[in-house]
């Protein structure tokens, strides 16, 4: 992935080819030959020129004023999360100035010695979604929740990681969308570059979802898992940041639905787990 790809124009295109005329107001009629708006329908409700927003998608300018995004932004009727990663993706963008090298990213100890002491599968990931803290229920439920290991690579290259969802599909258009929230546009950073290229290289699914240029906010939402021991169970999963760090620390905590039968195969399940914490720095 070159630091010098076109991230901007291809975010505008794939949100371009989302939105359809008459949700905007227009007519759709029958001579269109692609799905979504025309860059020329997009320019005129952005109140800009058609050769500006071309120059846009080509990247020819890379520099746009955040007016003229947040008009975009409207366009395409994103959130504030997606508003703010379009925001981000332009050259004189702070986040395209960050450092190259990755930064070191350290789990508090408070925050390691609340993970053991959650009756809940728990874990903190870092920028790159790397598992630096786990505590025994975690792994438990995926050995691949491990510190070391790295959610993206398991979930798509792993065979094991896979079969555990039942919604696989769904599960990795949701990790890629996150992802990208996380490393925002920074696409000068070592390990985006690496990841997102070991990825594109050895996995179908990552370079079809990448594409996508989905971005998701942080956010609830029920994972259904087919484990080897206990069978199927439904868990939320809650993601939450970590205050009083400098890094971007998300801790992960999966929980069932009081009184359900998947509560019930959890505690089966902790009756498993090992009680030891692992913990690494980066």
Avoid: C
Avoid at 44 to 61: P, V
Avoid at 83 to 88: E, K, R, V
């Amino acid at each position: 992935m070159s630091a010098r790809e076109n991230m901007l124009g291809d975010f505008l295109r794939a949100q371009r080819a989302r939105v359809r005329p008459d949700q905007v107001g227009l007519s759709g009629g029958s001579n269109r030959r692609v799905p979504g708006l025309r860059r020329s329908e997009v320019a005129l409700l952005a109140d800009i020129s058609a050769d500006y927003y071309l120059r846009l998608e080509q990247g020819r300018d890379r520099n746009p004023s955040p007016e003229i995004l947040e008009a975009l932004a409207r366009v395409f009727g994103l959130d504030p999360v997606g508003t703010a990663y379009l925001l981000g993706l332009t050259e004189s963008s702070p986040d395209r100035r960050r450092r190259r090298r990755p930064r070191r990213e350290t789990v508090p100890e408070g925050i390691r010695k609340l993970l053991f002491t959650l009756g809940l599968p728990a874990f903190v990931e870092g920028r790159y979604f790397d598992v630096l803290s786990v505590n025994p229920l975690a792994t438990a439920l995926s050995p691949r929740l491990a510190v070391g290991e790295n959610r993206l690579r398991s979930v798509f290259l792993d065979a094991d990681e896979q079969a555990l969802y039942s919604d696989w599909e769904d599960t990795t258009a949701r990790l890629v969308a996150g992802f990208r929230r996380s490393v925002g546009g920074d696409t000068n950073d070592a390990r985006v570059i690496e990841l997102v290229g070991e990825l594109s290289l050895e996995s179908d699914r990552f370079r079809q979802v990448w594409a996508r240029n989905d971005v998701q906010p942080r956010q609830s939402w029920p994972i259904t898992m087919d484990h080897p021991l206990v069978g199927e169970l439904t868990l939320n999963r809650e993601k939450l940041v970590l205050g009083d760090t400098t890094e971007n620390l998300v801790l992960a905590v999966f929980h069932p639905d009081a009184g359900s039968a998947s509560a019930d195969k959890l505690s089966l399940l902790a009756s498993y787990s090992v009680p030891a914490p692992q913990s690494r720095d980066r």
